[in-house]
């Protein structure tokens, strides 16, 4: 089975920065395809952005286009979201993710979750 913890959230002023990282444990990481989700209260989850196995495709959500980047270090196991210019409507928990696969898309069918990260975006 595979483990996944979220680090890195916690609160910042709009327009900073923020990076999170994800920590897979259980399976190779080798052969994940890795995905960041967000949920804000009262909202449903929603897809921000997947990186493939290999690193090179990644894919995002319009709303974090441009701001926030997805990377991984195999050799580390871990995946990260640098996040930029962030706004207050970026505020949620965010959720690290991966399912067996290899090119990043929107699907939202992952198989294993962390626990979540609070990022929480003053005005």
């Known amino acids: 089975q595979v483990r996944l913890a979220e680090s890195g959230g916690g609160l910042v002023q709009a327009g900073g920065s923020l990076r999170l990282s994800c920590a897979a444990s259980?399976?190779?990481?080798?052969?994940?395809?890795m995905g960041w989700f967000r949920q804000a209260p009262g909202k449903e989850r929603e897809f921000v952005a997947s990186?493939?196995?290999?690193?090179?495709?990644?894919y995002y959500a319009d709303s974090v286009k441009g701001r926030f980047t997805i990377s991984r270090d195999n050799a580390k196991n871990t995946v990260y979201l640098q996040m930029n210019s962030l706004k207050p409507e970026d505020t949620a928990v965010y959720y690290c993710a991966a399912r067996t696969g290899y090119y990043a898309d929107s699907r939202p069918d992952y198989s294993y979750w962390g626990q979540g990260t609070q990022v929480t975006v003053s005005s």
């Open positions: 990186i493939s196995i290999s690193g090179s495709n990644t």
């Open positions: 259980g399976r190779t990481f080798s052969v994940l395809v």
